[in-house]
């Protein structure tokens, strides 16, 4: 289980090295960027501004120094930027929290619905209840998010009084709050994925109940309830929760960024397109590589954990 | 399942440009003459007939023709990008499969990096880089703000999508006798793949394909929408929906009607892919992963 966790984060370490690289050649050092470009914005300087600009920022110097010496300015959180901006780092982790907040309950409110709905299936295979259920978990996972959020938004947070339009409450400061600024963003980014893990868990738990060690576990006499708790519903559940995890670790450089635009919530999805949109190249480079490292980290936490549950998982090579 | 998205390429229908501005124009509505903008501002709502038939936006254009070139230029940016994913997709799902050794695992390790990440984030990235400073490739150079963008970016996000399923598939037709005959009948591995693999490939490619699309209009939209797409003044759907939000208050219907314009070609989509899936592969599970690529 150690070694499976050491390599796991070894292969995060090398992904979060490589995508840096990327983030690098891609921002940094593409070559049609005018160098006065990294004092003034967008406009054009004088031969003068782009040899301030040119020595400030080191771009004569090798790009592996180069490389170098921004990801350390970049780890520490001091990255120059042509406006103010204070320190990158602590900035990101503050906003953090409420990226997690977004995306973990999104995930736990879809899991749960997916789970629930799908085990209501089961019990009524084949009848009417089971035709619904399923219409409406795929009618749920053909709508974007980002319909979903804007239409929420719009019409229920906008015209309404009870939840606000925008912000966010720490869940330490004020649990009722928080929820109430979090509940139709959860139910934006939950509903699609619901309807995927219906599908998803329902058809694991059908495949599940014809094995044989199921009818054994029958035949012994022990009763319908337990049969499907310890025998079905454990085994069922190991393709799902490795969907479960890669959603989890992908969600936040995917939903959260629009749904935190839509609903005004002050987390990493918000901060990124303020950023890109200030057109401001140091702290660009510097939130792509925090938000590579976070996808990465929490990508490879999940790996861990799911292997945990399940020592099949912990196969020599990381993915077949 | 009735394919929603047809209709979409037929808008030069529409009697004006979707760009054209009709702020100080007036409509007859029911004997009475009303101006498509207000003097105060707000916009005309639905009229339910030829000229503004879902109303117009605040610089007096017309909505339904917004919609319309909106889904020509998001759906055109889905196809081609998912060209753009098959023909990258395809050729790599063989190659690592077929060869198997260090050019699988080199294929497979990058194709796992790309794949670690959200396909928005890195489209959203690369999308922004571009949008920066255009881009020199080759004999390709990209201009700031050009669709090209948004269709470079969305087909290479998702190969990956396509190839890893593929090669899984490559890899267990390869053990199969008749591909060993035809290596055995002196045929090269790229005739192999050519005439014994490719066709095996289809099913799953079919299947994939409309899933696909789906995803990569969604995908352009969200980038739109977050301003990483399509440039404004030009209509997509995620240009549209962002206009909406910011309109809400007096306009609601700038906002609904794009909205239901997306859900409708992501259903017609998911639906062509759900009776191909049928069709060719009844037994085949669902394809959740390609579901998420969002």
Known sequence: ?320 | MAFLAAPLYADVVAGTGPSDNHVTDQVTIAGEPEYVVSLDGVPIGPTWRSEFLIGADENGRDLMVRVLYGGRTSLLIGAAALALTLLLGVPIALAAGYFGGRTDSLISRLLDVIWSFPALLVGFLLASAVNLSGADIGPVTIEPGSKLIPIVVIGLVYVPYLARPLRGEVRALRERPFVEAARAAGFGPVAVMRSELLPHLLTTTLVLAPLLFANAVVLESALSFLGAGVPAPEPSFGVLIEDGIDNTIFSPHLLLAPCVALVLVVLSLSGLAEGLRRALDPRGPVNVEVVHGQ
């Open chain 1, 1 to 320: 289980m150690i070694a499976f966790a050491a390599r796991r984060l070894g292969w995060a370490l090398a992904t979060a090295f490589i995508a840096s690289l990327v983030a690098f050649v891609l921002f940094w050092s593409i070559p049609n960027v005018d160098p006065s470009y990294w004092l003034g914005g967008a406009e054009k300087g004088t031969n003068e501004t782009r040899a301030i600009a040119t020595e400030k920022y080191g771009l004569d110097d090798p790009l592996p120094v180069q490389y170098v010496r921004l990801m350390k300015s970049i780890l520490n959180g001091d990255v120059e930027c042509f406006y103010n901006c204070g320190n990158m780092r602590s900035a990101f982790l503050d906003a953090l929290p409420v990226t997690l907040s977004l995306v973990a309950g999104a995930t736990l409110i879809a899991i749960a619905a997916g789970l629930g709905l799908a085990l209501l299936c089961v019990r009524y295979q084949g009848r009417w209840q089971d035709r619904v259920i399923t219409t409406v978990a795929a009618a749920a996972y053909s709508l974007p998010s980002l319909v979903l959020a804007a239409l929420l938004w719009a019409f229920v947070a906008y015209r309404s009084d009870l939840f606000p339009n925008e912000g966010y409450v720490p869940l330490t400061a004020d649990p009722l709050g928080w929820a109430q600024h979090l509940v139709l963003p959860w139910i934006a980014a939950a509903l699609p994925f619901a309807g995927a893990y219906m599908h998803v868990v329902r058809a694991s738990l059908l495949q599940t109940a014809g094995e044989d060690w199921v009818r054994t576990a029958r035949a012994k006499g022990l009763s319908e309830k337990r049969v499907i708790r310890r025998h079905v519903l454990r085994n069922a559940l190991i393709p799902p929760v490795n969907i479960w995890g890669l959603d989890f670790s992908h969600a936040i450089g995917g939903y959260a960024l629009y749904v935190e635009v839509i609903f005004g919530l002050p987390g990493v999805g918000l901060m990124t397109s303020e950023t890109f949109g200030s057109l401001d190249l140091p702290p660009i480079v510097a939130l792509a590589i925090y938000l590579a490292i976070v996808v990465v980290l929490a990508s490879a936490i999940v790996d861990i954990i799911t292997a945990w549950l399940d020592p099949r998982l912990r196969r020599p090579s990381l993915r077949t």
